[in-house]
């Protein structure tokens, strides 16, 4: 590649018009799944297993509202208002993986979410590490610092809940829908906004090599859990056990399609209750 | 704290810069050192520190005296 075209970017004028609006549209996915992963998190502050638990979901809540509240704020460099962003935009709006429409009616539903679509979003926010939008740079590091031991939490409670064999059962309930759900969210491997921002240097990796990192990830602690979605292949690699379906895929969206939030997250998550005191 | 059955009382021992001496800043309740690790950061987060362990209350040997407080297990301290 010559000089011009592994250069940085400074602002989002800079990045070519022809990636310029997927950019935005995959910080605008990770901003809104934060956003509301960070609210499942707090709906379990009080009713977590243990008081540690509860400490856990209310520290990680905080990271997952700080970690959107800096991407929303990103978008403003894209022509965006954050405000109108984060208060007054519909359902369909939202660009989140159909795993945080409904909140989880069980803690094995959010430790679904913590130990399976917490690290997707980390996998994906780690691809944008070196990318040639510089503004990222400072960010996904702050960003990947604070999510250091949200993995750990997952990690040890299916550990923990593994033990038992209605433990397991419960957590495969939890998980399989969950997995199929993460390893689609990379996006379809022919094309598509992660493929193409790849292309243009702005992540390190398209949707194949983002799904082979994460089951790599998750995919030991998943196994020793007795959880037969992930294996080992001849080559030493972890691999999913379970193929993907992409029959209800929307991948404008990067998500099932038709769904949305249900109306009480939304009303929750862009703060009707509290409109009236929404000033500029 | 309370604790569900199956869980252990975990130490904590941390220091806020190379050249201090490691103290002890608390305890957690937990099954297994993975989530015995998460509590303790995400609890005891009111500094940045820069270096945090964690050693289950059953590995101490006590040395004077085998009575409590510090030294029951987690069993008999409910």
Same mark, same amino acid.
């Given at each position: 590649?010559?000089?011009?075209?592994?250069?940085?970017?400074?602002?989002?004028?800079?990045?070519?018009?022809?990636?310029?609006?997927?950019?935005?549209?995959?910080?605008?996915?990770?901003?809104?799944?934060?956003?509301?992963?960070?609210?499942?998190?707090?709906?379990?502050?009080?009713?977590?297993?243990?008081?540690?638990?509860?400490?856990?979901?209310?520290?990680?809540?905080?990271?997952?509202?700080?970690?959107?509240?800096?991407? *929303?704020?990103?978008?403003?460099?894209?022509?965006?208002?954050?405000?109108?962003?984060?208060?007054?935009?519909?359902?369909?709006? *939202?660009? /989140?993986?159909?795993?945080?429409?409904?909140?989880?009616?069980?803690?094995?539903?959010?430790?679904?979410?913590?130990?399976?679509?917490?690290?997707?979003?980390?996998?994906?926010?780690?691809?944008?590490?070196?990318?040639?939008?510089?503004?990222?740079?400072?960010?996904?590091?702050?960003?990947?610092?604070?999510?250091?031991?949200?993995?750990?939490?997952?990690?040890?409670?299916?550990?923990?809940?593994?033990?038992?064999?209605?433990?397991?059962?419960?957590?495969?309930?939890?998980?399989?829908?969950?997995?199929?759900?993460?390893?689609?969210?990379?996006?379809?491997?022919?094309?598509?906004?992660? @493929?193409?921002?790849?292309?243009?240097?702005?992540?390190?990796?398209?949707?194949?090599?983002?799904?082979?990192?994460?089951?790599?990830?998750?995919?030991?602690?998943?196994?020793?859990?007795?959880?037969?979605?992930?294996?080992?292949?001849?080559?030493?690699?972890?691999?999913?056990?379970?193929?993907?379906?992409?029959?209800?895929?929307?991948? @404008?969206?990067?998500?099932?399609?038709?769904?949305?939030?249900?109306?009480?997250?939304?009303?929750?998550?862009?703060?009707?209750? /509290?409109?009236?005191?929404?000033?500029? | 704290?309370?604790?569900?059955?199956?869980?252990?009382?975990?130490?904590?021992?941390?220091?806020?810069?190379?050249?201090?001496?490691?103290?002890?800043?608390?305890?957690?309740?937990?099954?297994?050192?993975?989530?015995?690790?998460?509590?303790?950061?995400?609890?005891?987060?009111?500094?940045?520190?820069?270096?945090?362990?964690?050693?289950?209350?059953?590995?101490?040997?006590?040395?004077?005296?085998?009575?409590?407080?510090?030294?029951?297990?987690?069993?008999?301290?409910?």
């Amino acid at each position: 590649m010559s000089a011009s075209e592994t250069a940085g970017f400074r602002t989002a004028d800079d990045v070519p018009e022809e990636v310029r609006d997927d950019l935005a549209a995959l910080l605008l996915s990770l901003a809104d799944n934060k956003r509301l992963l960070g609210m499942r998190y707090s709906e379990w502050l009080l009713g977590a297993p243990t008081l540690e638990a509860g400490i856990a979901c209310s520290a990680m809540a905080q990271d997952e509202w700080g970690h959107s509240r800096i991407l *929303y704020a990103m978008l403003k460099d894209f022509g965006e208002d954050p405000g109108h962003l984060e208060h007054e935009r519909e359902a369909a709006e *939202y660009l /989140n993986c159909e795993l945080l429409d409904d909140p989880p009616d069980r803690w094995t539903g959010l430790v679904a979410l913590n130990a399976l679509l917490d690290t997707a979003l980390s996998v994906q926010v780690e691809s944008l590490k070196d990318s040639r939008f510089e503004p990222l740079h400072y960010k996904v590091r702050k960003v990947l610092e604070e999510e250091r031991f949200h993995f750990e939490h997952g990690r040890g409670w299916l550990a923990r809940m593994g033990q038992t064999p209605a433990g397991r059962t419960a957590l495969e309930e939890a998980l399989s829908p969950a997995w199929q759900s993460c390893l689609r969210w990379f996006g379809a491997p022919d094309g598509g906004l992660i @493929a193409r921002l790849h292309a243009a240097g702005m992540s390190d990796a398209g949707p194949a090599e983002l799904r082979a990192r994460w089951i790599q990830r998750v995919g030991p602690t998943v196994h020793e859990t007795g959880l037969g979605l992930a294996e080992l292949d001849e080559s030493g690699a972890w691999v999913s056990a379970m193929e993907l379906d992409w029959s209800d895929w929307d991948g @404008a969206r990067r998500r099932s399609g038709g769904g949305s939030l249900n109306a009480e997250t939304l009303a929750a998550v862009r703060g009707d209750k /509290n409109r009236t005191m929404l000033m500029d | 704290m309370g604790h569900l059955s199956g869980e252990h009382l975990y130490e904590i021992f941390a220091r806020q810069k190379r050249e201090d001496r490691l103290e002890h800043i608390g305890t957690v309740s937990a099954p297994n050192a993975a989530l015995a690790r998460a509590y303790a950061w995400q609890t005891y987060d009111e500094q940045k520190w820069f270096e945090m362990v964690v050693a289950p209350r059953d590995a101490f040997e006590p040395v004077n005296r085998d009575e409590e407080p510090f030294t029951l297990s987690p069993a008999a301290t409910r």
